[in-house]
C-alpha cells in the first residue's frame, strides 16, 4: 500500500470517514502498483450555514504525474451527505487514474518518414 495523509480541516476527524477514505484507497491500489502517494482533504467551509457542504480534495502523485480532484460543490450538487461526496471525488479520481493507465498501456506510433522525391 501506498503512502497516504487524511486531513480533516473545518471539521472533526471521524474514525468511520477516515474508514471509508482508506477503502476507496485500497482500491486505487489494487488498480495500479506504481502510486507513491495521495492527499486527501476533507473540509466544510462555511460552517454556519444550516446544511454543511463537504468539499473533497485528492492529490495522487505518480511517477512523472498528478492527478487531482478538487470536489467544490457547485449550486446544483448535494454533497450534504460526506460518504456520498467521498465516493464521488473517488468515481472521479479512478476515471482519471483508469485514463492514464490505458494512455501509458497504447503503444506510440511510429513517426512517418517524409517522403523521398523520386521525380
Known amino acids: 500500500m501506498f503512502y497516504y495523509q487524511i ?8 474514525d468511520a470517514v ?13 488498480l495500479h502498483d506504481r502510486i507513491i502517494e495521495c492527499h486527501v482533504s476533507v473540509r466544510i467551509p ?4 444550516r446544511k454543511h457542504t463537504y468539499h473533497i480534495n485528492l492529490q ?3 511517477p512523472g504525474k498528478v492527478l ?3 470536489r467544490d460543490p457547485d449550486k446544483n ?5 460526506i460518504k456520498i ?7 472521479k479520481l479512478t476515471r482519471q487514474l483508469e485514463d492514464y493507465v490505458r494512455q501509458r498501456a497504447e503503444p506510440t506510433p511510429a513517426p512517418e518518414a517524409p517522403a523521398e522525391n523520386w521525380a
Do not use: G, W, Y
Open 18 to 30: 477516515r474508514f471509508e477514505i482508506e477503502r476507496h484507497l485500497q482500491k486505487l491500489d489494487r
Open 68 to 70: 487531482v480532484v478538487d
Open 60 to 62: 495522487l502523485k505518480l
Open 46 to 49: 462555511h460552517r454556519h450555514q
Open 77 to 81: 450538487d448535494t454533497h450534504t451527505d
Open 7 to 14: 486531513d480533516f480541516s473545518d471539521c472533526d476527524p471521524s
Open 85 to 91: 461526496a467521498i465516493r464521488d471525488a473517488f468515481a
